[in-house]
């Protein structure tokens, strides 16, 4: 009875074995990771960095009185601003710093009138307030515009680079509202975790095999745990890159972005429009000397 018992259990894990090896896992969690690693690299790569935008203000806000300089400060504050609008909506990080709208006035980014703005126009339309900043910047611009005449050529650049802008803060937007289909990861995970069962019984040390020389008596199947730790950290990746703003260690640190978005944006504003280098004709002299 005990030998007819091991000689069925020894038939069922040739089975096993034996099927395991129509399930196309490799291929599965290929395209999967596949396709969540090329997503969560487009969401980086959508990531609004202000340098372009303020490099082009710096351009035609050109004076250095107080009047262009507090424009000048507006419109990067602003710039910043929609970037913070967007993001606590999608990221937790971002969202347990600054938990209500009314955070980012105690952190400079927004005035209380500006806020009352904000209010209401998030009565009567809750799906653009984050663009309402990027508008005050476009009034600005027209008020510069008609104050001081700067070439057309910067201007139309300058709309260029704000709809870019714009655009980037879109997509982020679109990113967290349509995500991977969930059946998607169903079906990954299924195949994974049914190939490892099967596995459990298929990849078995069989007596008969031991016996007949064909195979090693170990207790342990080495090669089936390697593999299970490559195939399943390998399904993880995946899961874990799903969500790239979330509260993981390793996900994209905006609350980083952010202030260095914030700091760049005022050095551009202020430090590199006011800090211009004289040319001397001594300096030519030396890089003819060193360049012969």
Not at 56 to 80: C, G, H, L, P, W
Not at 128 to 146: N, S
Not at 193 to 208: A, E
Not at 215 to 220: A, E
Request: with cysteine; charged share 25%; proline share 3%.
């Amino acid at each position: 009875m005990k030998f007819a018992f091991r000689r069925k259990f020894e038939a069922l894990c040739r089975m096993f074995n034996e099927y395991t090896r129509l399930i196309p896992l490799t291929f599965l969690l290929g395209f999967y990771v596949s396709n969540v690693v090329s997503r969560w690299w487009r969401q980086f790569e959508s990531l609004a960095w202000p340098e372009d935008l303020l490099t082009m203000v710096s351009m035609i806000v050109r004076e250095n009185d107080e009047k262009s300089q507090k424009r000048r400060f507006a419109i990067a504050r602003y710039i910043n601003l929609s970037s913070a609008l967007v993001w606590r909506d999608i990221s937790k990080k971002i969202r347990l710093r600054f938990p209500t709208v009314l955070s980012l006035v105690e952190a400079g980014l927004l005035t209380e009138k500006e806020y009352e703005v904000l209010q209401e126009i998030e009565e009567d339309c809750e799906t653009v307030r984050w663009m309402a900043p990027l508008h005050w910047i476009q009034h600005l611009i027209v008020k510069e515009e008609k104050e001081n005449n700067p070439p057309a050529a910067f201007i139309n650049n300058f709309m260029t680079e704000l709809r870019t802008y714009r655009q980037s803060l879109r997509k982020l937007f679109c990113y967290d509202w349509v995500c991977v289909p969930l059946v998607y990861t169903q079906v990954t995970a299924l195949a994974t975790y049914s190939f490892f069962f099967f596995t459990l019984f298929g990849r078995q040390v069989l007596h008969s095999e031991v016996e007949a020389g064909r195979q090693i008596d170990s207790i342990i199947p080495l090669f089936a745990v390697i593999q299970f730790m490559f195939l399943v950290g390998w399904f993880k990746v995946g899961q874990d890159l799903m969500r790239p703003f979330g509260l993981d260690d390793d996900d994209i640190e905006l609350n980083y972005i952010l202030d260095r978005n914030f700091k760049t944006s005022f050095a551009v504003v202020n430090r590199l429009h006011t800090s211009d280098c004289k040319f001397q004709e001594s300096e030519l002299k030396k890089i003819a000397k060193g360049f012969p």
